[in-house]
């Protein structure tokens, strides 16, 4: 159990009392007479309104984390230099503007990081698998989660839903998610941090319960969890393969077709251009998927973020996601994608966990580590091949 801190909760403790006061409201700084800078983190939070539950983990001034329950249970915000720092987070720009909540119904694309369910073309296309008609469906996003637990360091919240697919059924589920922020940085492999590079850290775990007398995998077709991350171009998407992994069947292609001034496989590193101008997908199969999937964004004069996430892979489990409507035998574990700009202009880091029968009360789960890091890119490469067991220097790196 997680010490609870917000209305109309337990409470522990009056110094994690004050910590509750401050997360559940505004913070300080948000009553300074002096805006903060564009794209920061406090700057979103005040752009949400006083009228929307937010809730802060963190320091005002070190790693930060704000996660909107109200849009998904979604984490919207991550700063390394918290207020004033950075948004690592996309943002859509209804939100900062303060137009998203005025649209009727609002629109799912808030952005942060979320959870959605798998596969796509069952719950996002109509019966007729018209891609043209691809939706996403209110009873999932921006469905309301409802905070059940907090901590200084840990929230954790719930949605219960009925998710309707295509198949001409529902999907009766409670969705869980428990994000932790991770101030501070400790890996055995890529040992401690050089000077000049800083982190935060985002632990995610997200389960689905099967709450019909349905079961998912045998009255209903199998499901995944999927996590999905949005942040702003522009750099590389590098995704390992696994040893042995053919290069020409590393991935796959969902949407526009990507030639060498995009993609590369060289050295078991898969690199994609990110630069939120064509719209692009690919997905990476479980027995070809290697650790997890990073993402080095380009700021320039030889300084960049990287953005690192690692989560279990079964390379002989059941996964669902696959190109919309189209038949597939098997289904894929990491997925990334390049916005063309009509959506935003953003990139995404995405994630699943291996599907499996679910009776009534029965549970799957899934856990992401996303960490990260500014500094030198030369550094951020050494991070990142700790943290993926790949030498990211080996790998093809896209001009921009």
């Not at 509750?20 to 700084?29: L, P, R, V």
């Not at 909107?68 to 915000?77: D, H, N, Q, Y």
């Not at 969890?225 to 949005?230: E, R, V």
């Not at 898969?270 to 650790?291: C, E, H, M, T």
Request: charged share 20%; proline share 8%; hydrophobic share 40%.
């Amino acid at each position: 159990m997680f010490p609870t801190l917000c209305k109309g909760m337990m409470v522990f403790g009056s110094a994690l009392l004050v910590f509750g006061m401050m997360s559940c409201g505004n913070n300080a700084s948000e009553q300074s007479e002096t805006p903060p800078p564009a794209g920061s983190s406090l700057a979103m939070v005040n752009a949400l309104g006083d009228g929307i539950e937010k809730i802060t983990l963190g320091a005002s001034d070190g790693p930060q984390v704000v996660i909107v329950p109200s849009l998904a249970g979604r984490v919207m915000g991550a700063s390394i230099e918290g207020d004033a720092g950075e948004n690592l987070m996309w943002v859509d720009s209804t939100i900062l503007d303060g137009t998203y909540f005025s649209q009727n119904p609002p629109k799912w694309n808030a952005g942060g990081l979320r959870t959605w369910l798998a596969p796509e073309d069952l719950f996002f296309l109509p019966p007729d698998k018209d891609a043209a008609k691809w939706f996403v469906p209110a009873e999932l996003d921006p469905a309301p989660y409802t905070v059940t637990a907090q901590s200084a360091t840990e929230v954790a919240m719930e949605l219960t839903t009925s998710l309707p697919a295509n198949v001409g059924k529902n999907y009766d589920v409670k969705l869980t998610r428990r994000i932790t922020l991770l101030p501070s940085f400790s890996d055995p492999a890529a040992g401690p941090l050089p000077e000049g590079v800083s982190y935060m850290g985002i632990k995610q775990y997200h389960s689905v319960e099967n709450l019909s007398d349905l079961v998912i995998g045998k009255d209903l077709p199998l499901v995944c969890l999927w996590s999905l991350l949005q942040t702003h171009p522009s750099g590389t998407m590098l995704i390992p393969t696994a040893p042995g992994t053919d290069p020409a069947k590393a991935y796959r292609e969902y949407f526009n077709p990507l030639g060498p001034d995009r993609i590369a496989v060289e050295n078991g590193i898969i690199s994609v251009k990110i630069d939120g101008l064509y719209r692009s997908k690919i997905g990476v199969n479980g027995p070809a998927a290697g650790k997890g999937i990073a993402f080095l964004r380009d700021d320039g004069e030889g300084r960049g973020v990287l953005f690192v996430q690692i989560f279990s892979v079964d390379p002989n489990g059941v996964y669902v996601d696959k190109p919309w409507g189209k038949p597939s035998d098997y289904g894929d574990a990491i997925e990334m994608y390049n916005d063309d700009g009509k959506m935003g202009g953003f990139c995404e880091l995405e994630c699943h966990g291996p599907a499996k029968v679910l009776a009534k009360g029965e549970v799957q789960d899934h856990e992401m580590v996303l960490h990260v890091f500014k500094g030198q890119i030369t550094d951020l490469r050494i991070i990142g091949s700790a943290l993926l067991g790949a030498d990211l220097s080996t790998a093809k790196y896209f001009a921009l």
